[in-house]
Every structure is written in structure tokens, then in C-alpha cells.
């Protein structure tokens, strides 16, 4: 679906966010350990633009592409891509709490797409691309139905993210990770996520590195 919509938005120029299947391995394991650092869970959109915008955040340490909130074992991006495994394309957010708290990278969440978009973000349309907020205990439910509840009066329609419980991230495939430092000139990366990425600059330059 994604590169069908994107195609037709943006062709003959798009590649989109499903062009490198050579390398369909999946990560064995994170891309680094970090000790004493907090985890957030997030989905919105394509994990691509997602993870190109936290990584740029101050007290962000890594961020991990994957898989959830759905129902399946294991999903494969193949198999998430129907829509028929409930998960969302998700990051895992490894991020020092003494830099930058999970309140604020709430606020980059929402301040970082288009709030009322239901099931997809931009061009990416499907449930594979809907908004999920994970939280992991009540202080953090708290916190993104406090933010949820502030933002709404600002909007004529329903803001769309979903606020689920963390249950489990599935990491993606080793090629999805870092995939706009890889490949910076990929046009995908060129016309959905570096705009999306300039746009939040512009909301929040503070957080940035």
C-alpha cells in the first residue's frame, strides 16, 4: 500500500518505504545496550521518518525500528505491510530521563505529524501506519491522555492516536534500520521524510541536537 499510494502522489520520482528487500534477515538483537536509560514506544507512520526524528533529539540515545501493538508472533515486514497482523510500524526510543523526559518526547511525538490522520501518516495509508502511543505504567498514561486532552480543542476532528498499554516491540529487519543515514538520496527519505522531519524542526528546534 505504501508504495502504490506514494507512487501515484509522487511518481515517476518515489521509491518508497519498502524498496530494499535483498536484506530480509531480522536484527538478532538491538543495536547497542545502553545501562540506566529509559525506553518509549511509539508508532506514527513510517518507522523511517520516526526514527529520523528522535535520533536527533538531545538525551536520545538510540532508536530502534520495529514492529506493535498487534496480535501476531515474530511479524515479518511482508506480513505487517497487509494489515491482517494488527502491528504497527513502532520505534523503541532508548533515551536518558536526566536529558529529556518522556513528557517532552510526548510533546515531539504529536508536534512531529499530522494529529487527526487516521490509520496512516502523509502517503502511507493502512493500519500498518496508524498512531500508537504506548505507555508502560500509569505515570506515562497519564501524560498522553493530559496531552491528548489539551491538544483536541485546537482540532475540528478527533485526535487520532491510539493509547495502548506496552505489551511487546518486535524488531525490524536489519535493512529498515537507520535506513535515512544509508540511504540519504533515497526519495522517499528526500520528499516525505525530510520535509516531515523540517516541519517539526520548525515547531521544536529547542530538543534538537
Not at 61 to 66: D, L, P
Request: aromatic residues 12%; contains cysteine; positive net charge.
Amino acid at each position: 500500500m505504501k508504495y502504490l499510494v506514494f507512487l501515484l502522489l509522487f511518481a515517476p520520482l518515489a521509491i518508497a518505504c519498502n524498496t530494499d528487500k535483498k536484506n530480509t534477515k531480522k536484527v538478532s538483537s538491538e543495536k547497542n545496550t545502553y545501562q540506566n536509560m529509559d525506553t518509549a514506544y511509539l508508532a506514527s507512520g513510517c518507522f523511517w521518518c520516526v526514527e529520523a526524528i528522535y535520533e536527533k533529539v538531545k538525551g536520545v540515545k538510540e532508536v530502534v525500528s520495529g514492529y506493535s501493538g498487534g496480535h501476531t508472533k515474530n511479524p515479518t515486514y511482508e506480513a505487517s505491510n497487509t494489515g491482517k497482523t494488527g502491528h504497527a510500524e513502532a520505534v523503541k526510543v532508548i533515551y536518558d530521563s536526566k536529558v529529556v523526559s518522556f513528557k517532552t518526547l510526548v510533546d515531539i511525538y504529536f508536534a512531529s505529524q499530522n494529529v487527526t490522520q487516521v490509520n496512516g501518516q502523509g502517503p502511507d495509508r493502512g493500519s500498518q501506519y496508524r498512531s500508537i502511543v504506548f505507555y508502560q505504567n500509569d505515570k506515562e498514561k497519564t501524560i498522553i491522555e493530559n496531552k491528548i486532552k489539551s491538544l483536541q480543542p485546537q482540532y475540528e476532528k478527533p485526535i487520532a492516536a491510539e493509547v495502548k498499554p506496552f505489551e511487546k516491540f518486535w524488531i525490524a529487519e536489519e535493512y529498515h534500520q537507520d535506513y535515512k543515514k544509508k540511504h540519504p538520496k533515497n526519495r522517499y527519505i528526500q520528499n516525505v521524510s525530510n520535509p516531515r522531519f523540517e516541519r517539526f524542526k520548525a515547531k521544536m528546534p529547542e530538543v534538537l541536537k
